[in-house]
């Protein structure tokens, strides 16, 4: 019901999109897929840096020959759709009562302490002849606006979250997991949260922060092979538990070009 007209069209009124993510801060990836689409994914690379978005390099030895759009995500000042707007997640507004931070006003990149940039490289792929430029418009146009609110949401909600040892966040993973499968009633793939040891030379960050490693470069573990093109899928077959729905998620590895930069 939230698709615009022309996307209800060609949507199922029931799909599965699947969200896998690989965590090994200060670098994540993240990767979504539809049921009935094989064809389209959307692949998300972040890395986070202590400035204020001025690596203007983070990602240039990926995907030099492909165009690509930077965009500038501002939390304090970009604007939010109305109806996703709340007085008590505006930064404008919000002050942390535990670190001090806020109110941010228009100038806030240039004189708050501590600052971090979460910069993003979101490559969208929809390869259907005749709808691809619009679809793939569409997608990052909401990809940018979750990521405005959601990093908003990070900071007004920092009071929560700043004294949470990782083993409390975790715990909060699992909660929140078993509450969404509650809530879609049926029997997802199995989701696990593993943790991997940080080599030992790693750095003391915030308090709020787990340690971070003094590289900022993927581990090999999620570094794309050189010897295999970008633009090649390798799909997977994943069978939904309903027999009546004869419906497969086929997981691609598509990759195009669209870097965003959210700064916090």
């Not at 022309?6 to 599965?16: G, H, L, Q, S």
């Not at 949470?164 to 966040?169: A, G, H, I, R, Y």
Request: hydrophobic share 30%; aromatic share 10%; proline share 7%.
């Amino acid at each position: 019901s939230k698709l615009p007209s022309w996307a209800r069209a060609v949507v199922p009124k029931i799909f599965y999109v699947t969200e896998k993510a690989w965590n090994y801060y200060p670098y994540t990836v993240t990767e979504y897929t539809c049921s009935f689409l094989p064809k389209f994914s959307i692949h998300i690379e972040t890395k986070y840096e202590d400035n204020k978005g001025s690596n203007d390099c983070i990602f240039n030895n990926e995907l030099k020959d492909l165009e690509r759009e930077v965009c500038f995500i501002d939390i304090a000042c970009d604007e939010v759709p109305e109806r996703y707007y709340k007085e008590s997640e505006d930064p404008r507004n919000f002050k942390s009562e535990k670190t001090g931070r806020g109110l941010l006003r228009d100038d806030w990149r240039e004189s708050q302490q501590p600052i971090m940039c979460s910069y993003k490289l979101v490559a969208v792929k929809f390869e259907v002849w005749g709808l691809q430029t619009r679809v793939e418009q569409f997608v990052h146009k909401v990809v940018k606006d979750i990521l405005l609110i959601g990093h908003r949401q990070a900071f007004a909600w920092v009071d929560e979250w700043y004294d949470m040892t990782m083993d409390e966040v975790r715990e909060y993973e699992r909660t929140t997991q078993e509450a969404t499968n509650r809530k879609i009633g049926i029997f997802p793939p199995a989701i696990s949260i593993t943790d991997i040891a940080l080599p030992s030379c790693s750095r003391s960050g915030h308090s709020s922060a787990p340690s971070t490693p003094l590289t900022t470069e993927a581990p090999e573990f999620l570094t794309v092979p050189k010897d295999r093109p970008r633009k090649k899928s390798a799909p997977e077959t994943l069978t939904l538990p309903d027999p009546a729905l004869n419906t497969q998620s086929m997981f691609t590895n598509n990759k195009s070009s669209h870097p965003k930069s959210n700064t916090e």
